[in-house]
């Protein structure tokens, strides 16, 4: 039986820890609004993005530009998109397993695979296997288009320059803000099937004047493309993130909820317990003096 | 000039303008082209450079960088990294920009280091075009 004190030193650890997890919850809620909102404004850049990119592939042959090029695919290099920081349920664990999964399948087929994380967490959980190409952090908070960038700028020359035949990414789509899953998605060479598939709008498709000629628009779009890619897998990280974090936040108040409960009852009954014996004593020292 | 076009300019961080206008002048990759109603479908890439709009009587400019425009049913869209209007324009940011990239060129084309000379020639672009919308702006 714990004393008294041990049990009420307890209660005021917890209800701390309650308070903090609330706190949490309150902020992973209000970023997840921000980084939603970040979502909904890229959504019809990405959405007239990918039709015009969809008229466009269809009006012209593929396979005549280095980023759309199929090769033997001896190297894989994978983007593996995650937070920067935990206490967000099993978010990245889920994405680091599914590219885990990934790697030995890949490495079973005798594939080499290098990496290209995005992601405190992702860092540090590949940083002993060695395959870790490039490392970008502190990213998730304030990312704009041009980090983005930067780092499709990385991928794209380290495939054009043969290093690497064909890139994926891993990162976390954002569903609702209940359900956040792992997802894999094929990145270069860029497949005109998928992008045609995307754009769905065929209303003049190759009626267009092209200035300058559909190869070198293409020339512009791909890298482009590249970079709503990679800024997409961004943001819906950067959402599946907060989501994840408000509801693993949501879940540990409770969890303190209940551990309040249960001690305050363990120490009622302990105090209760300390009343009776006290009682007693004075009792069975009165009936001793009759 | 009963028929006008239906302008929209989106960045990545939403859509910055969407109305009807009756012409565009947009920095083409082959140099300033303009847009009016009934335009044959069309696709161009888009330099950092400037980009006005008229309706009526009323001229508006805005700074663009690097994109491309679509043109299909008297509708005009246009798909940029950046765009500002004349007045979220920091005109001393501008010119400090401007300065800095004008240094940064000159070093590059001293080192003939090309990476970092497109790098300083486009900043120096976007600085020349900010400033120029910052200009049109003032009632001269």
Sequence with gaps: ??????VKTKIGGVKKTAQITKAMNMVAAAKLRGAQQKMEDFR??????????GNLSSAMDSGAFPLMEKREVKTVEILVVTSDRGLCGSF????????????????GEGKKVSLVCVGKKGISYFRKTGKVRQRYADLMGTFQMFNART????????FLSGESDEVRIVYGKFKSVAVQRPAEQMFLPIQPDAVAATGA?????????????????MEVLLPLYMNVMVYHAMLEVSASEHAARMSAMDNATNACKDIIHSLTLIYNKARQAGITAELMDIVGGAEALK | MAEKLKLEVVTPKG????????????PGYGGEFGVLANHAPFLSTIKTGLLTYKTGAQEETL?????????????????????????????????????RAEKRLAEAQAQKEKFDRTRAEAALQRA??????????KPS
């Design chain 2, 15 to 26: 859509a910055v303008v969407s109305k009807e206008v009756d012409i565009v002048t947009a």
């Design chain 1, 201 to 217: 709008t065929s209303s003049a498709a190759g009626a267009y004047l092209y200035e300058p000629s559909t190869e070198e628009i």
């Design chain 2, 63 to 99: 700074m663009v960088s690097g994109g491309f425009c679509e043109v299909s049913n008297n509708k005009l869209t246009f798909l940029v990294e950046s765009a500002e209007r004349g007045a979220d324009i920091d005109v001393e940011r501008a010119m400090r920009a401007k300065e």
């Design chain 1, 44 to 53: 019809s850049y990405a959405e007239k993005f990918n039709a015009a990119m």
């Design chain 1, 92 to 107: 990245n664990a889920h994405i680091l397993k599914m590219t885990d999964k990934l790697i030995a399948k890949l490495e």
């Design chain 1, 1 to 6: 039986m714990p004393s008294l004190k041990d």
């Design chain 2, 128 to 137: 020349l075009s900010r400033l120029k919308v910052a200009e049109r702006r």
């Design chain 1, 151 to 158: 780092i499709a700028q990385d991928i794209a020359g380290n």
